[in-house]
């Protein structure tokens, strides 16, 4: 089935470690997202990128680094500059499109610091 | 992009309509209105979305008001398993940004 895979769905980082987090998709989708989700709180977006070889910050981008070396991958590196990072991190992707393209996500990674 | 209103949260009976509103006042014309739900600890799942008319699909019904600054959500057979954290959001029409999420209705469905 198409869909949306991320890896791993627990994730453990000691300090000063950068951990990178894996989203891959078969839905021939051009464009992928990187969100966080703090507890009991909406998404908030990190990176997003329209098409190989490009992205773009989102509103809380400091401490991380992505990369979209292929349409199918878009891979999340949360670097040890991020101080906070003990979240949930949900990937999504979606068409690009006049109109309405509503965007899939995955299961989500949770990240824990120890 | 502009900013909508939800409730906290929402109790329904299983097995009637769950009616939830969301008010979004400063829309404007391109912007779409979609509806995500949250289940604990997975991903959002995508809904149904609308731009001017009423919408339906297997899932939910939308109904946005005349003048758009407002729509409501209908599940009209609410199931335990539609408890869920709701997100009303809305959505230019072009481009492919990221979407900003609120902090959602909670919807809690009683048996």
């Known amino acids: 089935d198409g869909g949306i895979t991320q890896s791993p769905k627990y994730l453990f980082r000691k300090e000063g470690q950068n951990v990178t987090l894996s989203c891959e998709q078969n839905?021939?989708?051009?464009?992928m997202y990187w969100y966080r989700q703090d507890p009991g709180q909406g998404l908030r977006l990190i990176y997003y990128?329209?098409?190989?070889?490009?992205?773009q910050k989102g509103d809380i981008a400091e401490g991380y680094s992505v990369s979209r070396e292929k349409k199918e991958s878009f891979p999340l590196t949360v670097t040890s500059a991020q101080k906070n990072p003990t979240a949930f991190y949900l990937c999504a992707s979606s068409i690009i499109e006049t109109g309405a393209k509503p965007q899939h996500f995955g299961d989500g990674t949770r990240l824990s610091i120890l | 992009d502009a900013k909508t209103t939800q409730p906290t949260s929402m109790d329904c009976a299983e097995g009637r309509a769950a009616n939830l509103p969301c008010n979004h006042s400063t829309i404007s014309g391109n912007e779409y209105v979609y509806w995500y739900r949250q289940i604990h600890s997975q991903g959002p799942q995508y809904i149904i979305h609308?731009?001017?008319n009423n919408e339906t699909n297997e899932m939910a019904s939308l109904i946005i008001t005349e003048d758009r600054k407002s729509s409501t959500l209908i599940l009209p057979h609410a199931t335990l398993r539609d408890t869920a954290v709701y997100y009303c959001?809305?959505?230019?029409?072009?481009?492919?940004?990221?979407?900003?999420f609120g902090k959602g209705t909670h919807l809690i469905i009683q048996p």
């Open positions: 959001i809305v959505v230019p029409g072009g481009g492919a940004d990221g979407l900003t």
């Open positions: 609308g731009l001017k």
């Open positions: 839905l021939n989708h051009d464009a």
């Open positions: 990128s329209q098409i190989v070889n490009d992205f």
